[in-house]
């Protein structure tokens, strides 16, 4: 009988949903039977504003635990919540299909960003969103939300006019009916990974050949994992945490030309800087053709994440950090 893949997850509505496709798509692919492994973090189990709590990691951490200790054999992460720095004897072993990064307005009476009266409260979590709210409504009052989807959402019908959240999360929920406004990029650029989910093995089973491996392998979306690899790089070298208001997004096109674009803002909205850079992968989406095919794809993405390397130094050189606190 085929073993058990225990997944481990956080035990929100949204973590459980996206982490319920990830297992059913490995089960799929041929990794056997799955189990979910509900772990609580310190995200869920404290209050007050990201910032404050730590940073990413407090999605993270207990999750890595889990891995690490063998008490599950994959975790799924939004992968804008995995820290950069490499987690030591764990690796991503699959990025699946990314959904719509953008972000999005719920709003009262169906407005859009451009509709919200004068003075409109709107509540979001997140500084970077903060400063381009500001940036492009400085008569906006921001209120700083913590909370679940639902939570947040029931803002709208108490004290806020609008709430911005991830299209992606409200997507996977099954909730676009509550969207009002989906931000252009040049209005409000992602974080780096939005949308994107990040499938976390410890690194001998990446590389075991068992069934569960070959899942991974089958499930990871080229495309995706290139772009996320982009984004991530940029924020790494910026040394950029999540109170830092930095938005990246990268698609790779048909022509296998990786695009990026990134900006970088004062936290008050009054001042921003945008770059944009791009790179040729050779056969970027699907791996190019070559005698030793792990080799030529390690090559590629090194290749991807350089071009987020380069933009962030581009950023740097046109004075990024005076505007965020960066520790670059």
């Known amino acids: ?68 200790d063998g008490r599950c054999d994959v975790a799924v992460h939004s992968f804008k919540d995995l820290p950069t720095a490499v987690a030591p004897g764990l690796v991503v072993a699959a990025v699946p299909v990314r959904e719509d990064p953008r972000d999005a307005l719920c709003a009262r009476d169906g407005r859009t960003l451009a509709t919200l009266p004068e003075g409109a409260a709107v509540g979001t979590g997140s500084p970077r969103r903060a400063a381009q709210l500001r940036a492009a409504r400085p008569d906006l009052r921001v209120v700083d939300i913590r909370g679940n989807v639902d939570t947040r959402l029931r803002r709208i019908e108490d004290d806020l006019d609008a709430v911005v959240l991830a299209r992606a999360g409200l997507a996977r929920l099954g909730r676009l009916d509550a969207v009002t406004d989906a931000l252009p990029f040049d209005v409000m650029t992602p974080a780096p990974a939005q949308g994107a989910l990040a499938v976390e093995v410890r690194a001998e089973d990446a590389a075991a050949g068992t069934p569960l491996a070959r899942a991974l392998a089958a499930l990871d979306h080229r495309p995706t994992h290139l772009a996320v690899l982009a984004e991530r790089a940029l924020l790494s070298r910026l040394e950029a945490g999540c109170a830092a208001p930095v938005g990246a997004h990268a698609r790779l096109g048909a022509d296998d030309v990786l695009a990026l674009e990134a900006v970088v803002l004062r936290t008050d909205g009054t001042e921003a800087l945008r770059r944009t850079a791009s790179t040729t992968l050779a056969g970027g989406a699907t791996g190019p053709a070559d005698a030793d095919p792990a080799a030529a794809a390690g090559r590629v993405a090194l290749a991807a994440a350089a071009l987020g390397t380069r933009l962030a130094e581009d950023l740097l050189d046109a004075g990024a950090a005076e505007l965020a606190e960066l520790g670059a």
């Open 1 to 68: 009988m085929p073993q058990t893949v225990r997944v481990g997850t956080r035990a929100s509505a949204l973590a459980l949903t996206q982490t319920g496709h990830v297992a059913d798509a490995l089960t799929a692919l041929g990794a056997g039977p799955h189990e979910l492994v509900r772990v609580r973090t310190d995200g869920d189990r404290l209050t007050g504003s990201l910032a404050t709590l730590g940073g990413t990691g407090v999605f993270v951490t207990a999750l890595r635990d889990a891995l690490l």
